[in-house]
């Protein structure tokens, strides 16, 4: 009887631990979707969050980084002359 009942015992601890390692990593797992951007100049998607945002005649542009942005300007403004 009495290994009957640490059985039942030990098998609610492990259950109480197995759901409460779910739960954390479901809330692990909601984090890491995020929305994507497309960069024009090096044709890259990149997360929108890490993204370099610049409105360009009431159009937003995402960049990569400042080089990519830089470049972007530069060839930008190549064709508008």
Known sequence: MRFL??????????????????????????????ELVFDKNCQTYIKKEEAIKLEIENEIHYFCSKECLNEYLKNHSKLQS
Do not use: E
């Open 5 to 34: 009942i640490l059985l039942v015992f030990l098998l609610l601890i492990y259950w109480y631990f197995f759901k409460k390692k779910q739960i954390l990593f479901n809330k692990k797992r909601k984090g890491i979707v995020s």
